[in-house]
């Protein structure tokens, strides 16, 4: 039994980089080669972020205790290059990198219950800058988006930030009337976009003004929006806990708020629960839904050619 639990204590979470010679899909009896493997003490929130030689993670041991560090590790060797650390305080988004700089975001607790946005040297791992972002409030901590020189960031509440990426001077904040929902906001063609419960938003970049807001019929899921086509698409579900029945797929104009088309998942008479954010390629849609079946949920991934609700 002491075995057992101390076995399960020293539990680690592994990141491994791993080389593919070709695009191809990977069986589980794939022959596949670990080249390097770090080890963390507990769970692990936070996805890894590759840019040029560096891998970033930004990682946190339970509830603040211990270990609270953002890390970048050398791609290739997997050597650490440098940590950037604090107490009391936990990483439950991941990290974004744009012109030499990681931008991070950690949820202080214990000492100092607060939000805050840090902007750490890629090159050595020094803190530039650090902006307060207010109370924890609420549970979703989303990643920072960084679009031409200005760090996009919204807090656990309603308030969505812009913070020139140089110095962390607040540029501009939009308060809306619900919790923001998605899980970070999408920016493109001169807006920036979040949703609430009843609300998708585009606020104008330069100004914080609101360009227009699209009243959403049912709730949205708590994910990133993807742009793309001059389109933002929103993953909206009906339904609450177990009752979730069904899930729908927007595609919203990005410069006028109007709704280009909407699309109800569905395989073989079965409506689906869209689970992740769609990606958008050469004109096509692709996400990932479940149908939910009794107690157990079995996952069903398929392709929606934009506009024309074919599966293909």
Known sequence: ?????VLTAIAAVCIALVFIAHTTIVKRNSPVSEKWCWCFKT????????????????????????????????????????????????????PSVADGVVY?????????????????DAANGTMRWRFE??????????????????????????????????????????????????????????VVCITTDNYLYAIDTQSGELNWQYMIRCSPRELSLTVADDAVYMVT?????????????????????????????????????????????DGMVFLGATHIDGDFGEYVYFGVMCGSHELC
């Open 43 to 94: 769970f692990f929130y936070c996805s890894p972020v590759v840019a040029g030689d560096m891998v970033y993670v930004a990682y946190s041991t339970s509830r603040g205790y211990g270990e609270n560090c953002l890390y970048a590790i050398n791609r290739d060797s997997g050597e650490l290059e440098w940590e950037y650390c604090e107490d009391d305080a936990e990483y439950f988004s991941s």
């Open 104 to 120: 991070t975001r950690r949820m202080g607790k214990y000492s100092d219950d607060r939000d805050y946005l840090y902007a750490v």
């Open 237 to 281: 579900i009906e339904g609450r806990f177990n009752s979730i029945d069904k899930g729908r797929l927007y595609a919203i104009d990005i410069v006028s708020g109007e709704k280009r088309w909407e699309y109800e998942c569905e395989v073989y008479g079965e409506l689906l629960v869209i689970d992740a954010p769609p990606s958008v390629v």
């Open 1 to 5: 039994m002491r075995k057992t639990l």
């Open 133 to 190: 972002l207010g109370d924890v409030l609420g549970e979703i901590c989303a990643s920072p988006t960084v679009v031409e020189g200005i760090v996009y960031v919204k807090s656990t509440d309603t308030l969505l930030y812009a913070v020139d990426a140089q110095n962390g001077e607040l540029l501009w904040q939009f308060e809306t009337e619900e919790f923001i929902r998605s899980s970070a906001p999408a920016a493109a063609n001169g």
